[in-house]
């Protein structure tokens, strides 16, 4: 049975908002500081914003992307749905909106770590964690879409270079 990607609606944000916090209290590493209830008002306002994008099959979200702009907030899959290629699915239907993408992991999340590097994430900044509400060490990722080749194999010429070319 196929995944379906689809906006969130205000109807979603107690189930995703279950999502997020099942991860809070599931994580052994993870700092307990949020309610249920709390972690439903927070999706609520991201599903507001139109920030959210749902992955669901048979009518049951399995998981949520949160992107503000060029920036994922959020990227969770319900433990029952890991594995199944859910996350990629978010991920993918993302970098197909956007020319880059930003987003910031927790430095002990070896899992996310590896799961966006392997999506062609790069590692920019590692910080103490004094900035995050968690004050957990993280680290920041970037991935840029790479402009495909020409029919005859070369690189698209960007204005900025053609301008150069032409004494501009």
């Given amino acids: 049975m196929t995944v379906t990607l689809r906006p969130g609606q205000p109807t979603d944000a107690g189930k995703i908002g279950d999502i997020l916090h099942r991860f809070e209290t599931d994580t052994s590493w993870m700092p307990k500081e949020h309610s249920g209830a709390e972690a439903i008002s927070f999706c609520g306002t991201m599903i507001d914003r139109g920030w959210v994008t749902v992955a669901e099959r048979a009518q049951q979200i399995l998981g949520f992307l949160a ?49 966006y590097l392997r999506h062609g994430f790069v590692e920019t900044t590692r910080t103490d964690g004094q900035g995050n509400a968690e004050n957990l060490s993280d680290i920041a990722y970037v991935w840029t879409k790479v402009a495909p080749a020409l029919a005859d194999g070369s690189e698209p010429v960007g204005e900025a270079h053609r301008e150069k070319e032409h004494g501009a």
Avoid: H, K
């Fill in 67 to 115: 992107r503000d702009g060029d920036e994922i907030c959020a990227l969770y899959v319900a433990p029952e749905a890991q594995g199944q290629g859910i996350g990629s699915a978010l991920l993918n239907e993302a970098m197909t909106q956007v020319v880059q993408i930003m987003l910031w992991t927790f430095q002990v999340n070896v899992g996310a770590q590896r799961f």
